[in-house]
């Protein structure tokens, strides 16, 4: 007991507290360009498929199946070292997050596909017959109501993506998780404290996510 009791406070110097913090930082920035890159793409590619333009909706449906059902880490892999081949290189922050980013955003077309096509159809029905077009419709009629029904999803898969960045110590990136594993390799005795400082850091990261889904979920029904 005494020597894990030492262990714990051995392991937070302030030089390990600072690096710990560091990797939170690049942790969290990924995160926001990534949800962001994601949000803003997975709409795109959502809407694409839930038009059914011809041609267009089927060859992106296709693509992002397959996006979707390929592991993050070989997606990250496939950026980070296959891009190289055909002289594109990337420093390992941005390939992470254009790695998720294209993954996510299958995701989130997915959700956004799915909540498009729960709105019945007499909506977008009713809104033709009084002279919208499709787009008038879709903007106007269906979003606003299938974004309720996206929130609670879209939240649980950006909570993901957050605990997903770790995958990126493959390529090693330096983020909470890599970084947390160099401090623990100094010493035994250090991996107990520091992977519960990297669950309370993650917990923490991933509960405010759920906090700010709940604050939209009140506003939606307000």
Do not use: C
């Not at 909570?159 to 100094?186: H, N, P």
């Not at 991996?191 to 519960?196: D, R």
């Amino acid at each position: 007991m005494n020597i894990i009791a030492a262990g714990i406070f051995d392991a937070f110097t302030k030089n390990n507290v600072h690096y710990l913090l560091g990797g939170l930082g690049i942790t969290v920035g990924v995160s926001i360009i990534s949800v962001i890159g994601s949000l803003i793409f997975g709409s795109f590619i959502g809407i694409i498929i839930y038009e059914k333009i011809p041609f267009l909706s089927r060859y992106v449906s296709i693509i992002n199946d397959v996006i979707r059902n390929l592991p993050l880490l070989l997606i990250i892999f496939f950026v980070y070292f296959v891009l190289p081949v055909i002289g594109i290189y990337l420093p390992v922050f941005w390939a992470t997050v254009i790695a998720m980013t294209v993954f996510e955003s299958t995701m989130l077309a997915e959700i956004i596909r799915g909540g498009l096509l729960a709105i019945p159809i007499g909506q977008t029905e009713g809104a033709r017959s009084v002279g919208m077009t499709n787009q008038q419709a879709l903007l106007n009629i269906i979003l606003p109501q299938a974004i309720k029904k996206m929130i609670p999803p879209i939240i649980s898969q950006l909570i993901s993506l957050v605990k997903d960045t770790s995958l990126a110590v493959g390529i090693v990136l330096a983020e909470m998780t890599f970084r947390g594993q160099i401090i623990y390799a100094q010493n035994s005795n250090y991996t107990i404290p520091v992977f519960i400082a990297l669950a309370i850091m993650y917990f923490i990261l991933n509960y405010g996510l759920s906090l700010i889904a709940r604050w939209f979920d009140h506003r939606m029904a307000a």
